[in-house]
């Protein structure tokens, strides 16, 4: 089994500290520990027998929700399984760095762009434009409609794992 490169051992970084693992509030992995507040009523899902593959009652609540085809949407176990998913899919992949190691791992060709000096750089033509936001390390939230503007002809990941960690109104504000 794959063992992540970094983070995601709560629990012997608990020992270790003597502390309880619920008392660690984990920023390296890529989880959000927030239930979202999205709306839907998931009361209709039966969850009585072992799911369905394809998610189909859970695709169509969703596509409801946000009003877009069934087609549109793709359900993942996680973020590194999205990321293993999509990003192979395209020749090049700019990530603005810092990022998670995994978008660099599953890209066949990457162009690296320092977020901190270089974030109005332009991507290499078609290339899929990786950004975390709130950026990791530093927590850093980028306002997302100036980073849609400046890539408003490329194909993106914008990955908001942690936007219930930040404060309020961050979130509804570009909704």
């Known amino acids: 089994m794959h063992r992540p490169e970094h983070g995601g051992d709560i629990y012997t970084f608990a020992k270790r500290l003597g502390i309880s693992s619920d008392a660690v509030v984990d920023f390296s992995s890529n989880i959000n520990r927030y239930r979202p507040k999205i709306g839907c009523d998931f009361n209709r899902l039966d969850v009585s027998r072992y799911a369905d593959p394809n998610y189909t009652d859970l695709k169509k609540i969703l596509a409801e929700k946000y009003g877009v085809a069934l087609p549109q949407i793709a359900l993942f176990n996680g973020a590194s399984s999205a990321i293993a998913a999509l990003v192979p899919r395209f020749e090049e992949v700019a ?81």
């Open 95 to 175: 990530i603005y760095a810092p990022a998670y190691g995994e978008y660099r791992r599953f890209a066949k060709r990457v162009t690296l762009i320092n977020r901190f000096e270089d974030l109005e750089k332009l991507p290499p033509a078609g290339a899929l434009v990786v950004f975390v936001n709130p950026a990791t390390p530093d927590g850093k939230f980028y306002d997302p409609e100036v980073l849609f503007s400046i890539w408003e002809a490329y194909m993106h990941i914008f990955n908001s794992s942690k936007i219930n960690a930040m404060p309020e109104g961050y979130a509804i504000r570009w909704k």
